[in-house]
């Protein structure tokens, strides 16, 4: 990476490090959420922080029954990993990993990670961001999923719905998927103590595609999500480059 474009990487991690509590970013996730609008004002708040327990809590019961390495989680699950050479994508969103419930596979983008590890190459676009390689945080934020997938009762998303439409006595309800995408970045974080929840992340890869629009996300970020005096509890797996 030129010198040029990683201090300028530099300067937006630094700049978006003092709003990015976990609450925050979580917050970030759930304003992007197809269903956002019809959650209550007075919901949004305890939504995030139920995310990011449940991701946390998730982690803490792994940890205790496998220890800490994705890899090795994935295979006392039964969870085949592949690492794909393909990109995989659609209209303005990246993705870099995904999970299949069917046949317990995590698949791997690696060309879209490993232009992500290229950044974080640079020391000092690592000592921002707090890690070397996204690999390990990718593959633990597609194991949430799973262990989500495999939890007694229903998942996550299905646990806090929104209502689409009443009909009499009729409703009909969606679940919330940015919960599960909240939780699986608070899982990764936890699992791996990392220094931010695995939202953070996105920062640098729409840097990468635009930095003006990276520069507009830790705008939003600072203006939607303050500083919260205590953080409470904390996806990467698609990421929104579009302008």
């Known amino acids: ?9 530099v300067r937006l991690l630094q700049g978006a490090a003092p709003f990015a509590t976990p609450h925050a970013l979580g917050a970030w996730l759930l304003r992007e959420d197809l269903q ?12 995030v922080d139920a995310a990011l327990e449940d991701g946390r809590s998730m982690a803490e019961r792994a940890r ?5 390495e994705p890899a090795a989680i994935a295979a006392a699950c039964g969870v085949s ?3 794909c050479d393909v990109e995989q994508g659609w209209g303005s969103s990246v993705v870099y990993a995904d999970y299949h419930e069917g046949t317990r596979c995590v698949r791997l983008f690696l060309p879209t990670i490993d232009r992500l590890d290229r950044h974080l190459s640079c020391d000092a676009v690592a000592m921002v961001a707090g890690l070397r390689s996204a690999r390990p945080a990718l593959l633990a934020h597609e194991l949430y999923h799973h262990l989500d997938a495999i939890r007694p ?3 996550l998303a299905r646990l806090h719905q929104v209502t689409l439409l009443r009909l009499g006595r009729w409703r009909w309800t969606s679940g919330l998927t940015s919960l599960g995408e909240i939780a699986a ?8 103590g990392l220094r931010w929840h695995a939202r ?11 930095p003006a629009a990276a520069a507009r996300a830790v705008a939003s970020l600072r203006a939607g999500a303050p500083v ?3 953080s409470h509890v904390s996806g990467v797996d698609r990421l929104r480059v579009g302008t």
């Not at 990476?1 to 990487?9: F, N, P, T, V």
């Not at 205790?64 to 800490?68: F, L, N, P, V």
């Not at 953070?200 to 635009?210: G, K, R, S, T, V």
């Open 1 to 9: 990476m030129a010198d040029a474009s990683a201090d300028a990487l």
């Open 36 to 47: 956002y609008a019809r959650v209550e004002p007075g919901r949004r708040e305890a939504l």
């Open 64 to 68: 205790a029954r496998w220890g800490g």
């Open 81 to 83: 990993v592949l690492g």
């Open 153 to 155: 009762g229903p998942r």
């Open 185 to 192: 970045g608070a899982f990764a974080q936890r699992l791996l």
């Open 200 to 210: 953070f992340l996105d920062l640098i890869a729409i840097h990468d595609a635009n």
């Open 228 to 230: 919260r005096a205590t």
